[in-house]
T-cell receptor, first 114, second 110 residues
Framework: DVKVTQSSRYLVKRTGEKVFLECVQD?????MFWYRQDPGLGLRLIYF???????EKGDIPEGYSVSREKKERFSLILESASTNQTSMYLC?????????????FGNGTRLTVT | QKEVEQNSGPLSVPEGAIASLNCTYS??????FFWYRQYSGKSPELIMS????GDKEDGRFTAQLNKASQYVSLLIRDSQPSDSATYLC??????????FGPGTRLSVLP
């Protein structure tokens, strides 16, 4: 089974703090993604990566950055956390861009910014 | 803009009944279709994938795909209270990212 591990289940941070969300997958997947999920807004793609050291902006990249130095690890960085970044953050991976390659999600990190 | 639409629900069915969840999509180039189940406060979990027209069965779950009509559905037979969750439809075009629907909330009443 694919395992996608997010480092924290719950986080509480203060406005202005730099926040790191870590994600590790153990199946040698090419692709990794960061989503946020908010009530009424569904899943929204923040950033994604198709290869090591490669990153692409998703639909809502503002206020975020990412790092992928190793294939198995994809980090999401909130440079200066704001209250509107309070959300559930979901990391996901997929084997490649093939049509039969589904997303596998981590357990999620519920971030609260006060 | 690529869109995936689902009835947000809640869809309520009695225990033991068949739950029918529907999803329509706008991009005719879509190749892959996935159903995810998400319990409240948890992350989405893959339950079914379908790539060809017709039906695909896995236990109590059946996914149905009709590319000409651009819809995909999920049937849950013998629904159980443990099936109560939000079901997300996801669609993928080759070489592009997944597009998710808003989800349908299913409630199975004992």
């Amino acid at each position: 089974d694919v395992k996608v591990t997010q480092s924290s289940r719950y986080l509480v941070k203060r406005t202005g703090e730099k926040v790191f969300l870590e994600c590790v997958q153990d199946m040698d997947h090419e692709n990794m993604f960061w989503y946020r999920q908010d009530p009424g807004l569904g899943l929204r793609l923040i950033y994604f990566s198709y290869d090591v050291k490669m990153k692409e902006k998703g639909d809502i990249p503002e206020g975020y950055s990412v790092s992928r130095e190793k294939k198995e690890r994809f980090s999401l960085i909130l440079e200066s956390a704001s209250t509107n970044q309070t959300s559930m953050y979901l990391c996901a991976s997929s084997q490649d861009q093939g049509y039969n390659s589904p997303l596998h999600f981590g357990n999620g990190t519920r971030l609260t910014v006060t | 803009q690529k869109e995936v639409e689902q009835n947000s629900g809640p869809l309520s069915v009695p225990e033991g009944a068949i739950a029918s969840l529907n999803c329509t999509y706008s991009d005719r180039g879509s190749q892959s279709f996935f159903w995810y189940r998400q319990y409240s406060g948890k992350s989405p979990e893959l339950i079914m994938s379908i790539y060809s027209n017709g039906d695909k069965e896995d236990g109590r779950f059946t996914a149905q795909l009709n590319k000409a009509s651009q819809y995909v559905s999920l049937l849950i037979r013998d629904s159980q209270p443990s099936d109560s969750a939000t079901y997300l439809c996801a669609v993928k075009v080759y070489g592009q990212n997944f597009v998710f629907g808003p989800g349908t909330r299913l409630s199975v009443l004992p």
